[in-house]
């Protein structure tokens, strides 16, 4: 049944006239912005966990590859050390501590973006018949590679940072 203004109380009065016709029948009559709001809320929820899922991961695997470079950075100190006492820049430094870490780290990036679009387009495929919602949406899935690869990044140069500021003379007293 369609009502105009279901706040005057014809909405009421059909549940009684139901309830009253069809003994123990319910009668719960809710109103299509209602219904809207219900399941626009339950997306949202959906939403929410998806996010706080994909925040988790995130941190995950920038912790991970912190910990990955801050480790070859501990162990190729007294490498670099030498480096920089023999006449290395600081930036042949870098380029030594992140380079072989950053082929794993594009190679992930890369994969897991063909993954998720593929994931993402056939979701569309088969929710289209029920919801009409997009997932596949460019530029979040540009935005979040993107975000990922910068904090990463900052996450590789981190400890690079620290063995570029190596004292050489202490390096080799350590040995």
Known sequence: MRVN????????????????????AVAA???????????????????EVVALMAGITAIMAIVGVYGVVALAARRR???????LALGAR???V????????????????VTGALFATAMAVESDRLLAQVFPVRIVDPVAFAGAGLALA????????????????????????QE
């Open 77 to 83: 100190l007294k490498e670099m050390g030498i480096r």
């Open 29 to 47: 009559p809710i109103v299509v912005d209602q219904q809207l709001r219900k399941i626009a809320d339950v997306f949202q929820r959906i939403g």
């Open 94 to 109: 870098y380029r030594a501590m992140i380079g072989p870490n950053a082929r794993p780290v594009i190679v992930g990036l």
């Open 90 to 92: 600081r930036v042949d």
């Open 5 to 24: 203004d279901a706040g005057n109380g014809i909405v009421r009065r059909v549940a009684s006239i139901v309830n009253e016709r069809f003994a123990g």
């Open 150 to 173: 910068c904090v990463v990044a900052i996450a590789m140069m981190v400890p690079a940072r620290r063995a570029t500021t190596v004292d050489p003379a202490m390096v080799l007293r």
